[in-house]
């Protein structure tokens, strides 16, 4: 049964402690992820570590590392139901240094819940000029998730108390924000939940919040749109991990972003051009004869030794216009937090898709108006904060990337640099490396 439901990837952003692992954890256990023996297993642990307000996050904090921080870190994978999807939740980290993280977290994700902490204090910690709200709501929009759900926890807190004056603030306030991020308010479904007592996740809260008729957090959920998979395109695979597997050989693991992989095929991999036959492909332990996009997947790979593949390769169709690497890309960018001017020969680490390399401006072409899309100068001579432009970039070692209107998860990236997200954009084309002169370099 479970077979036909439509398949979507949830990622969860918010500040550092606003309750996104708590109430991850709680959907999951509450729709099927997690047995029970598990939560009390963790609540035990939990209870001996002194934070026994953890252990629905500990259903996400299992790595033994994160516990005893407290933190999530890698981004993990889970998986539970509604009555109409099946839902994998990728946790992104909210720790600032974990941003990169949320970057190849969200490119994989299909909607967005932004968990915000309604505590006097919390929330407007998360919500100021540093807080990680503002910043993950820009970058999931940016890296194509439309889809938003908000969830205001914390309700239970004795500075919130269930108080509907204080969601409906909230509500108005984090409505602005999104709206100039570009999200429409009028489509962002807003619930008052609280992720530690469970209120609103799964079930109403008919006595704490008998102010508040609409939907539960999982009745949201229920409620998105499935993205439509571009299943005609050619295959894009970006690489998330490698694995070597006794007996099994090399494994390279990533979502589908676009086209359908199948044993028998070649893959090829850009930047590097290695070539090698797809033995099997397998999906949560299963073995199956094709997977399409939007489905994270390790496939088996002939006579390719682990260190030849990395994690920011693409995986491609060899006989189906395969991926290669590129040598400079002109893209549009939109600068939202660098503290001074951006000339040329700036040379920021770019992330885009699963990689991460330093690109430097070679040429700033022009700068546009960034709602109309009008040119405003010519090749000026800097852009700053709020600024819009076209420009050219070359990446300092091999990297591959596509163009946003043909393979748009490829083509979007976020631009780092002083450990905070300087800048986003878009790749509106590609310059291809003639690939006779790729040799293998190791």
């Known amino acids: 049964m479970a077979k036909d439901k439509a398949h979507i990837s949830l990622v969860v952003i918010g500040h550092v402690d606003a309750g996104k692992s708590t109430t991850t954890g709680h959907l999951i256990y509450k729709c099927g992820g997690v047995d029970k023996k598990t939560i009390d297993k963790y609540e035990r642990e939990a209870t001996e570590l002194g934070k026994s307000s953890f252990k629905y996050a500990w259903v996400l904090d299992n790595l033994k590392a994160e516990r005893e921080r407290g933190i999530t870190i890698d981004i993990t994978l889970w998986k539970f139901q509604s009555q109409k999807y099946d839902f994998t939740v990728i946790d992104a980290p909210g720790h600032r240094d974990f941003i990169k993280n949320m970057i190849t977290g969200t490119s994989q994700a299909d909607v967005a819940v932004m968990v915000v902490d309604a505590t006097q204090g919390g929330f407007e910690a998360g919500i100021s000029r540093d807080g990680q709200t503002r910043e993950h709501a820009l970058l999931a929009y940016t890296l194509g998730v439309k889809q938003m759900i908000v969830a205001v926890n914390k309700m239970d807190d004795a500075t919130v108390n269930y108080c509907e004056k204080r969601y409906e603030d909230i509500k108005s306030e984090v409505s602005s924000y999104l709206k100039k991020v570009g999200f429409k308010p009028a489509k962002v479904t807003f619930v008052p939940i609280s992720g530690w007592v469970g209120d609103n ?232 490396v003639e690939v006779e002169a790729e040799e293998e370099e190791e």
């Open 201 to 432: 996740i799964t079930e109403k809260s008919s006595t704490n919040m008998k102010w508040y008729s609409g939907p539960t957090l999982l009745d949201a959920l229920d409620n998105v749109t499935p993205p439509k998979r571009p299943v005609d395109k050619s295959l894009r695979i970006p690489i998330q991990d490698v694995y070597k597997i006794g007996g099994i050989g090399t494994v390279p693991v990533g979502r589908v972003e676009t086209g359908i992989i199948k044993p028998g095929i070649t893959a090829q991999f850009a930047p590097s051009g290695i070539q090698a036959e797809v033995k099997s492909c397998e999906v949560h332990h299963e073995t199956l004869l094709e997977v399409g996009p939007g489905t994270n997947v390790g496939f088996n790979v002939k006579n390719v030794p682990v260190k030849s593949i990395r994690r920011g390769d693409v995986a491609s169709d060899a006989n189906d216009s395969p991926a290669t690497g590129v040598s400079s890309f002109e893209a549009q960018v939109i600068v939202m937090n660098h503290p001074g001017k951006i000339t040329k020969g700036y040379c920021p680490v770019i992330d885009c898709h699963t990689a991460h390399v330093a690109c430097a401006f070679t040429n700033i072409k022009e700068k546009m108006d960034r709602r109309t899309g009008k040119v405003t100068e010519e090749n000026p001579e800097f852009i700053q904060n709020g600024d819009a432009a076209i420009v050219t970039m070359e990446p300092s070692k091999p990297l591959c990337v596509e163009s946003f209107s043909e393979y748009p998860p490829l083509g979007r990236f976020a631009i780092r640099d002083m450990r905070q997200t300087v800048a986003v954009g878009v790749i509106k084309a590609i310059t291809k």
